[in-house]
């Protein structure tokens, strides 16, 4: 038996939420996670890692907007390599309501390793980080 109600909701009348940013450290030496909680922009760091590190549809746990993807074996050029590595963070990232934006794209080469530089802009404030990428170039 379904329980029945008088009592209907219009979509007007729902306000959305944030979401709180606290959450459960990660303790990356140990491979565990940490009974300590972390919030703000250890958060935000530790999202930055977490999705650029998860292939999206890969892990049934995150939902569909989780993870990047990314496919670098098909860039040719360096040109072509830094316009897809740019779109793939940025897309990757910005499906957190917390990140605002991601800018200041730098690359440096050395042999067939790429290290990317950006900035992290969140509602926390704002982060250098470093991601090293296999290029193929």
Known sequence: MIPHSDFEM???ELEPVALPSRTYKLDLVNKRISSQTIDGLDAI???????????RFEHLIYSNDFGSEVDL???????????????WVKEALTQDDRIVAVTGFKFAYELDNALV????????????ETKELGNGV
């Open 117 to 128: 530089h950006f900035t992290v802009e969140s509602e926390f404030g704002r982060y250098q």
């Open 73 to 87: 074996s098909a860039s040719r050029g360096r040109s072509v390599f830094e316009s897809e590595v740019e779109r």
């Open 45 to 55: 760091k530790q999202v930055v890692f977490k999705i650029l590190s998860t292939t």
């Open 10 to 12: 219009s979509d007007e």
